[in-house]
DNA sequence: CAGTGGTTTGAATCCCATC
DNA sequence: AGATGGGATTCAAACCACT
């Protein structure tokens, strides 16, 4: 895993390269990289002129034929960046794929045949979309992202707790509603856009924040305006982008003004999954709870007596708080810490609040 | 066009059809029908059982007609069923497609390559989707629909002044906010549902006003509970559904107490558009808020600080604003909105007026 | 009958550290 | 690397029992 398995490839760290993005991303390390955020182009023209072997033009000859062998170079070019991109990630990591209904079946399909893990599709619902000007369809309101982990089996990161405060504490869902990228946001040059796709800012802290820890390696292989890095930058998290219109790279004059947030801010909601763990059988340990205690159900129709090595005994069954738990309940599984109460000052309280003094005392 | 091409194939009307789609299909004349919805295996690939939180098990999708051995068999079937499909259709009928990340990214490639046009890929948002039971993931909250024309020059049925209605005078968006089907919608037997994946009419509905006109041949090569048939009797569409299992036949039971609107009733009825719940970390994202900005109570004497996620943070506790105003009042509640204020231009102004900021954005 | 509070349920690729 | 077991995890809507 170190740099020798790469001939000594070096990750360049918060960098915009300019560059072809599978030539670029074959010369960074292995498993390298935490997330990627990929804007690919979806025009399958664009495609079709980097990928096909003559350069003649093929309208007018058939029209099912040259569409054919449209979806087929881009599907190359798709399969190339995306292979190109796994060998980079850390097994670890994830990657997010943005496009439309041109593109984005061609991409989720390419996605799942290298092996990727499909963890969410996320729709960005716009505010303000452009309008459908001849009224023939729906108006286009929304972009599909894809987010995967590297494999089936595969762990990665997701700051659940940091998309539940997000959304007033409730679970944040597949559809994400925000504006374009307009206003003072857009970048402009002599009152032209400067780049036609240029994604709002909120759109890619959304992303990174649900996907990253501050000081991870974020990488864009498509850079664009530079979005990407700039979302990472103010975030905490190291960038890397490759873009190969050397015109974008105006992207690294936007990144000079942003500002990194301080720690405070950057602090990100951490559930009971974040705690030190505490084992039933310390709290007897500490004192806290002593041996041949009673423990009661809510109702108080089960009782069960503390043991010195930390299990619990009820009704002839022996075992941890969680598994007698289940057991007296006739359940599947029971979390033993909620479960079960002991009598304190004429009421029945929760051992987890014994749980709490614990991790107060082992803290200090 | 005539019947006479298909060596005098007729067309069945108002009929639901036992058997398999494909063989079924090709019994049907060519070119016969104006408009295709189809809600074919989703390939879930559910490796486990799933329990809530209070150890309820998921009923999730387990049915045989939803395995497949492999990406390459389920697409192989899927080009098949599309196949047959195509080559009932009109030469101005559009075909209709639903799924999830599971399978929609197959199905839009297959239907690429086979030559169909993409329209739009329309959103079904949930209004009361399943949430994520363990926390790992973004709530599912949608489900994708994939609107098709038979090619890139065909013409196609689209009623874009009833969509127009149907949204309040506005251009009807390719994002849908429509309720799951449950209560007295949800067929049951013996208070176990009927199928497991019942689609809710008003989706159909508004699919089938879109995409037809009065009197057109609605085909569904994967009836199920029936919903498209219905959803077509009501409208004054005739239907063809195909069905493999017989057990969801039950189907014809349930069109005989559908009745045809009369035109008049086809009128539609316009909503009041709930106003848009707009969280706090939305604030952030827009950048109405910076993190690490002060919010104080009414008299200042508490001071909390504004994080990237949408959290604040006071005196060591954090959380939602309205979890944190309610912890340092001691109170069991808070409206954090009007409870927390932010200085500007030297004088205290509560949040809600920030939020009122973000509801004018979200809606230009 | 209206209101309240508890229960059920839905197309779901749903854990992870330790041994 | 597979098995073990601790213990963390849910939202909206319909329905039902009860006051």
Redesign the interface.
Known sequence: MGVGDDGGLRLPRNKIIVGDCIEELDKLPAKSIDLIFADPPYNLQLANELYRPNNSRVDGVD??WD??SS?ESYDRFTRDWLAACRRVLKPNGSLWVIG???N??????A???LGFW??????W?K???M??FR????????E?M??ASTGQKARYT???E??K?????L?????W???ICSGG?RLRQDGRKTHPTQKP??LL??VI??ASHVGDVVLDPFMGSGTTAVAAKR?GRAFVGIERESAYASARERLKSIVT??P??????K?KRAETRVPFGALVEMGLLSPGTALYDPAARHEAKVRADGSIACAGAQGSIHKIGAHVQG????NGWTFWHYEADGALKPIDALRVEARQKLAS
Request: aromatic share 10%.
């Open positions: 029209d099912d569409k054919f979806f439309s209904y041109h984005i079946f061609r991409v989720g399909t996605l799942q045949d499909v963890l969410n599709d996320v729709i619902r505010t303000n979309p309008p459908n009224g023939r369809r729906f108006t286009n309101a929304h599909t894809i987010w997701f700051n659940y940091s998309m405060a997000l959304n007033e504490d679970q944040m869902r597949s559809d509603l925000l504006p946001e800012e909120a802290q959304r924040l649900a975030l947030l301080d405070a801010s950057l602090q990100v909601s559930g359940a599947m599984a029971c």
